[in-house]
């Protein structure tokens, strides 16, 4: 898997030579080779041999003897799927972006490497150090492509806002890296997971992680900055954040806190519980009042990545494997989501839902895609969200009745708020006043949205593959809690 990352940098040096000018070259080829690296990732899973039970190692580069940090590279049934996911989504955000973006574009798709880059690191790396190296070092990207190609003014405002609020989490994990260093002599996450750490230790140290994670989940109350992230962002950013970017807290709960701190993981148990039905009912019940585009799915997000973060609490394979399950369903709903968002953007200029209505009336094509991804979002049987949520809300019935069953209130918020938007916006009075393009989607934005349908309706009607490699390693990780 390390060719990836060869590729990839071979890449973003070659752009650093090619003049500014020459920008339809570069959209190709930047298009072209991220193409690529994702059918290079699809061909890693067909000979991906999962059934060996441990990281299937790539490279081993001592970096600091003294300290015993090295740079270790190692892949899973876990992050192989996120892997392929950020792959696949990278050249959708060059397609997306082929006319909206029309400046600094040589600029915009170095930014766009350096963030696949960085992102395939955090999946690959297995020692602790490196992974808070490029999990820091993907504000950078994000920081420039939310603020260069914001869409509105307040994109400054949100650039910072997104910066501040995910690094101050970050900072304090880095204080529990050290401590964790000085303690065991080493960063290399399967040397930590077999530590015995003290009980008070594990409290402390799983509060210092987790405060880096739930900002990126996000959790309540540290969600704020997510809704203005995307509203602010432009589609590329919203697709790349909500697609892969919002994985990258509850990746590092199941790739760090869980096998390394176990005993906290078990005394926070309520504290995640309640927080997390807090922000799943509050998202909701936020998502419904909601004007512009961007903040319904935004809100939706976090609903959606809050009940995802239930099942690593369980103490069962069915939540481990729904939320996993889930992540990657996420990943495919949301960022289709915010392309249909994107190209209604292109069009009117506005995200305000009051200027929209009747669409179908002359957008039959894009109101049937944006149906079946209403669909999917919701959880609806045969949807790839549905096995996810099925699977956590079996793993929480065998927890706690109770807490199940409100949790299912808010996948029927989900369904109130989805529909309130699907019918103001795709049906309702036409406004002619505000919509005078009348153009359905376009060659390259069918070509865009006809893989997510694929993936999205595939992945809930034949689930098991996916399922079985997942169990593999989740069975690993379930060891930890006993």
Known sequence: MSIFLFFIFSLFLIFLFIPEHRFVFIKKLAFYFTNFIFLLSLLFLIFFNNEINHFLYILDFPWFDSLNISYIVGIDGISIFFIILTTFLVPVTILVSWNSITYKIKEFVIMLLLLEFLLINVFFVLDLLFFYVFFESILIPMFFIMGVWGARQRRIHATYQFFFFTLLGSVIMLLGIIILLLNSGSTDIQLLSQINLSYNRQIILWLMFFASFAVKIPMFPVHIWLPEAHVEAPTAGSVILAGVLLKLGTYGIIRFIIPIFPNAMLYFVPFIFTFCIIAIIYSSLTTIRQIDLKKIIAYSSVAHMNFALLGFFFNNNQGLEGSLYLMIGHGFISSALFLTIGILYDRYHTRNILYYGGIVQFMPIFSLFFF????GNVGFPSTVN???????????WKVNVNI??????????SIIYAIWLYNRLIFGQFRLNSLKRFSDCSFREFNLLIPFFFLIFLSGIFPNYILQELNISVNNYILYFF
Request: proline share 0%; aromatic share 12%.
């Open 386 to 396: 549905f096995v996810g949520e099925f699977l956590i809300l079996i793993g929480l």
């Open 372 to 375: 079946l991804f209403t669909l």
């Open 404 to 413: 199940a069953i409100i949790s299912a209130i808010g996948i029927i918020l």
